[in-house]
């Protein structure tokens, strides 16, 4: 038994893996089907009035995918993550792991495992997405969806790191997630101002409409300052986290 | 350091406005099981905690030296959805990596939860909680055990199986032992520690101080027949400090033992009554204890 083992066990047996699964998949399914038949569904319940809607198309079918799968998706990542990061929030657990362990060795693999699960499951979403839309309506750009999906599996690490911070902070399960969310949310209102917007994780989420639709990349700047505040959260989380009493 | 795995001096934990320790100073000899003895809120969970790492003491300083230290929460809880036996192999790959993994079992076994090491520990009692945190903290051979309230939870059975261990730890560990149950601090304990209000009001052996403490020492004297003879014969005595009883039994006090134990018998030995025995006042540690935390 190891921690990473802990880890890996906890994903299973509390059926975290599987709800983060059923998040992106099942929008991963729903994506592709609503874009496809949504004529036929306004025309059925638009009660007799004349809705204009834009006929399917891969693009469509994958915005409406990936609208969904984050806003749900990011609040499931947070909170799986939370629930893991946020140990302390058991004391005598928290004592049993802290008098064996020191605070990277506990805290490592918690990160790595979260962060592997979140992105597995997003690119399983993905793909089931990319699979139906092609099957439905028509194949996306392939080259526009891996590099979109590159850059948002960053911003889900990111998520995870930002999890683990706000856990640093708060000992509460609940309140870790919920200051993480949060914080996204702050980052995407700073996102507003055109010249901080390119800098900021939040312009990664916007990256994914854009290269499917077969936009140029330009994300080079949030995904490196992604990746910096994501390196950042995690330690200054094992400086805080080690500093904390139990 | 030497012989003293833990030394601690003037320890002072204060949280906000509350004084938790205040200028605790102990020492505890390797190998030794030492008792933490103390009322609700004493400060003897802090005291632990600082010992284990897991507080920073607001003024003061301490030195353990032990590599290997466990802790033992005084209500041990773990992931609910973990098995008995990777809770207890956890803590072994933790704290001695490599180590033989029939440990793990064999501790189980000692404990008495082998039959339950497949169950998630959701289901499981206070009381085997109790159990897996103490074997879960043994597996790893902890130089210094740090056990707070380990039998509080326990059946009878269960307290008596602690409290073999703990006696079976004394050579080979140092445990500190807190207690709310002075009967086992007494039966397992080479030396206590009593914690009031965040001080350390009294450290040393149960011998001392159930000789020194502030009470004189005592004789009862069961007589057949009326005792009120003898406390009139007895309060005559210059050497008797204090007096009192009647029906058969008399209790007896005076400024050393060493006096009573000269001049008792002589005195009874006039007075026309018959004595059926007479013996020093054993004091428990339950009354030096409510006589020190007064």
């Known amino acids: 038994m190891s921690l990473w083992r802990l880890e890996i066990l906890r994903l299973f047996r509390t059926h975290r893996l599987w709800i983060l699964l059923a998040v992106f998949t099942s929008f991963g399914v729903l994506g592709p089907l609503t874009a496809r038949f949504l004529p036929e569904i306004v025309a059925a319940f638009g009660g007799g009035i004349e809705i204009s809607v834009p006929p399917p198309s891969p693009e469509l079918a994958m915005a409406g995918y990936l609208g969904n799968a984050l806003q749900i998706g990011i609040l499931a990542v947070a909170f799986v993550a939370a629930a893991a990061l946020a140990f302390d929030a058991k004391p005598e657990m928290a004592v049993y792991l802290r008098t064996r362990a020191t605070i990277q060795r506990i805290l490592t693999p918690r990160y790595t495992v979260n962060m592997v699960a979140a ?68 980052f995407g209102i700073i996102g507003l101002i055109p010249q901080a917007d390119q800098w900021l994780p939040s312009n990664l989420v916007g990256s994914f409409d854009a290269l499917i639709a077969g936009g140029e990349f330009a994300y080079g700047r949030s995904l490196l300052s992604t990746i910096i505040l ?17 | 350091m030497g012989s003293n795995v833990v030394e601690a001096t003037e320890i002072t934990k204060r949280y906000g406005e509350t004084l938790a320790l205040d200028g605790v100073s102990l020492s505890v000899r390797r190998g030794s099981v030492y008792g933490l003895v103390g009322p609700n809120g004493a ?16 003024e003061g300083s301490f ?46 076994d000692r404990t008495g939860l082998l039959k339950v090491a497949h169950r998630r520990v959701g289901g499981f009692s206070r009381g085997m909680l109790q159990r897996l945190g103490l074997a879960a903290a043994v597996v790893g051979n902890p130089e210094l055990l740090l056990l707070d309230e380990p ?16 006696n079976d730890l004394r050579g080979e560990s140092t445990v500190v032992f807190s207690s709310h149950i002075l009967d086992d601090v ?31 020492p005592s004789y009862r004297v069961r007589v057949r027949g009326n005792g009120d003879q003898v406390v009139d014969a007895l309060r005559v005595c210059d050497w008797v400090t204090d007096v009192s009883g009647g029906g058969d039994t008399v209790i007896v006090s005076a400024g050393s033992a060493a006096v009573i134990e ?29 006589e020190v935390t007064r």
């Open chain 1, 119 to 186: 992105i597995a499951s997003f690119v399983i979403g993905t793909a089931v997405a990319y699979v139906g839309t092609a099957v439905l309506i028509d194949a996306p750009r392939l080259g526009g969806t891996l590099v979109a999906s590159m850059l948002l599996a960053v911003y889900l690490a990111f998520v995870v790191a930002l999890t683990g911070l706000a856990a640093s902070f708060v000992r509460s399960v609940t309140g870790a997630a919920l200051i993480s969310v949060g914080a996204l949310i702050v």
């Open chain 2, 262 to 290: 000269r001049e008792l018998v002589r005195c009874l030995a006039r007075i026309d009554i018959g004595v059926v025995s007479v013996a020093p006042l054993e004091r428990s540690l339950e009354d030096v204890f409510l």
């Open chain 2, 43 to 58: 400060g003897k969970t802090t005291l632990l905690g600082v010992l284990a790492g897991l507080r920073t003491p607001t």
């Open chain 2, 186 to 216: 007494e039966e397992v304990c080479d030396e206590i520690g009593i914690l009031n209000g965040g001080r350390i009001v009294y450290e040393g052996t149960l011998e001392e101080l159930v000789r020194g403490s502030s009470r004189l």
């Open chain 1, 230 to 246: 994501s390196m950042g959260s995690i330690a200054a989380s094992f400086v805080l986290m080690g500093r904390r009493e139990t």
């Open chain 2, 151 to 166: 039998a509080a939870a326990l059946d009878p059975a269960g307290r008596r199986e602690v409290l073999n261990m703990v």
């Open chain 2, 63 to 108: 030195t353990v030296d032990a590599s290997r230290v466990a802790v033992l929460p005084d209500t041990p809880k773990f992931d609910p959805w973990m098995k008995a036996r990777e809770v207890v192999d956890l803590s072994l790959s933790l704290v001695l990596p490599g180590s033989d993994p029939s440990a793990v079992d064999a501790i189980l």
